[in-house]
């Protein structure tokens, strides 16, 4: 099923983004995986080399997993709102969010994940009606997700974010997302 949709995106014509895309961005990780992680859209590297969180946040992302405990090839599954870049990074449209909603939600679908971690606040809108500080939200656990039921929902701090916060001192933001991702495993098992 995975497979299919990610076909089925490769050669999606639903929204604009298809005339500046180089390559579509599915997926990332372990297809068995218990934890989803849903980020915003693909960045230049990320729309390179056909993979999510491949850049600069990417690797931020990477050193967090690592220091939680998280393997990122076998522990999680990583996916976008959207699968093409937006260009110049913009913000995803309603628009384009909508024409992308069902490659999400067959992936999550597929997957039957037991946690999905938000990676910011376009991923948490695309969830919750809510308007919502991300900051105020994360670390929380959301368990009753219109049409996801008995799937966690937890929000975290984009690491594009944490790329212009360097503190690390005990409720730093890097501090906060690191016990978050530390909380996020165990909700796992
Ligand atoms: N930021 C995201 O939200 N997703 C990516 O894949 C890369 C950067």
Redesign the pocket.
């Known amino acids: 099923m995975l497979e299919k949709l990610e076909n089925e995106a490769r050669n999606c014509k639903a929204c604009g983004l298809c005339a500046t895309r180089i390559n579509t961005?599915f997926s990332d990780g372990s297809k068995n995986a218990k934890i989803m992680l849903i980020?915003?859209?693909?960045?230049a590297d990320?729309d390179k080399q056909g993979k999510?969180?491949v850049?600069r946040?990417?690797k931020l992302l990477n050193e967090f997993l690592k220091q939680a405990g998280i393997d990122r090839h076998k522990d999680l599954y990583i996916a976008?709102t959207l699968k093409c870049r937006p260009p110049e990074n913009r913000k995803p449209t309603k628009e384009e969010k909508a024409a992308c909603e069902k490659f999400l939600k067959g992936q999550i679908e597929a997957l039957k994940p037991s946690v999905i971690v938000l990676?910011?606040a376009t991923a948490a809108e695309s969830f919750f009606d809510k308007k919502f500080q991300i900051t105020k939200i994360r670390g929380e656990i959301f368990d009753n997700v219109k049409g996801f039921e008995g799937i966690k929902f937890i929000p975290i701090l984009?690491p594009?974010y944490l790329l212009r916060q360097h503190s690390t001192q005990e409720g730093s933001p890097r501090d906060l997302t690191l016990k978050d991702l530390i909380m996020i495993k165990k909700a796992a098992l």
Not at 39 to 43: C, L, M, N, R
């Open positions: 961005v980020g915003e859209a693909p960045g990320e999510p969180f850049g946040a990417g976008n990676c910011g984009h594009s």
